[in-house]
T-cell receptor, first 115, second 115 residues
Framework: EPEVTQTPSHQVTQMGQEVILRCVPISNHLYFYWYRQILGQKVEFLVSFYNNEISEKSEIFDDQFSVERPDGSNFTLKIRSTKLEDSAMYFC?????????????FGNGTRLTVT | AQSVTQLGSHVSVSEGALVLLRCNYSSSVPPYLFWYVQYPNQGLQLLLKYTTGATLVKGINGFEAEFKKSETSFHLTKPSAHMSDAAEYFCAVSGNTGTASKLTFGTGTRLQVTL
């Protein structure tokens, strides 16, 4: 069964550094998402992406964050200047259609640790 | 605005016993409701969803959930727990409007299954 793949599985970075988290969504899916889960807390929506543009974003997704689909297969999340509070598990997801119409398929996540 | 409340961050049951994980939602539009399961070091996997039609929905691994509009609930049940059911379970809600593109998750319930 096709799956969403995320790399790396674990990323350690120093505060203030830029990080790029990478995802390869399922190939025929049209909607892409990033969620994050701070240790012990709920899974939080960051951003959704459709037709090469952001369709919705949360208050968490400020100017430090950006997303890109550079080549038609990868979907990346960039954090320009990481803060300690950015430490979390970041999940990429994709769906064929909007989430009320088709299920989200999640990757296994990238654990980001900011020191 | 939408939100989900999961009562009980930890639930422990004996193998073979009934599993009941509680979820209440708040939504200003008719909701679409989901249960996801997260096994250790993995992403979230869809268990089941309610969109329209039959209010009792069946999912994978013998789980089912019933949408009760009058109680704003979508509790997850399984008649007989198995050791392999030990995981974290997340209830989520989505709007069913044309612009809805995100899921709002609850804080999760960790299910422990004992011998």
């Amino acid at each position: 069964e096709p799956e969403v793949t995320q790399t790396p599985s674990h990323q350690v970075t120093q505060m203030g550094q830029e990080v790029i988290l990478r995802c390869v969504p399922i190939s025929n899916h049209l909607y892409f998402y990033w969620y994050r889960q701070i240790l012990g807390q709920k899974v939080e929506f960051l951003v959704s992406f459709y037709n090469n543009e952001i369709s919705e974003k949360s208050e968490i997704f400020d100017d430090q964050f950006s997303v890109e689909r550079p080549d038609g297969s990868n979907f990346t999340l960039k954090i320009r200047s990481t803060k300690l509070e950015d430490s979390a598990m970041y999940f990429c997801a994709s769906s064929e259609r909007r989430p009320y119409n088709s299920p989200l398929h999640f990757g296994n996540g990238t654990r980001l640790t900011v020191t | 605005a939408q939100s989900v409340t999961q009562l009980g961050s930890h639930v422990s049951v004996s193998e073979g016993a009934l599993v009941l994980l509680r979820c209440n939602y708040s939504s200003s539009v008719p909701p679409y409701l989901f249960w996801y399961v997260q096994y250790p070091n993995q992403g979230l996997q869809l268990l089941l969803k309610y969109t329209t039609g039959a209010t009792l929905v069946k999912g994978i691994n013998g789980f089912e959930a019933e949408f009760k509009k009058s109680e704003t609930s979508f509790h997850l049940t399984k008649p007989s727990a198995h050791m392999s059911d030990a995981a974290e379970y997340f209830c989520a809600v989505s709007g069913n409007t044309g612009t809805a593109s995100k899921l709002t998750f609850g804080t999760g319930t960790r299910l422990q299954v004992t011998l």
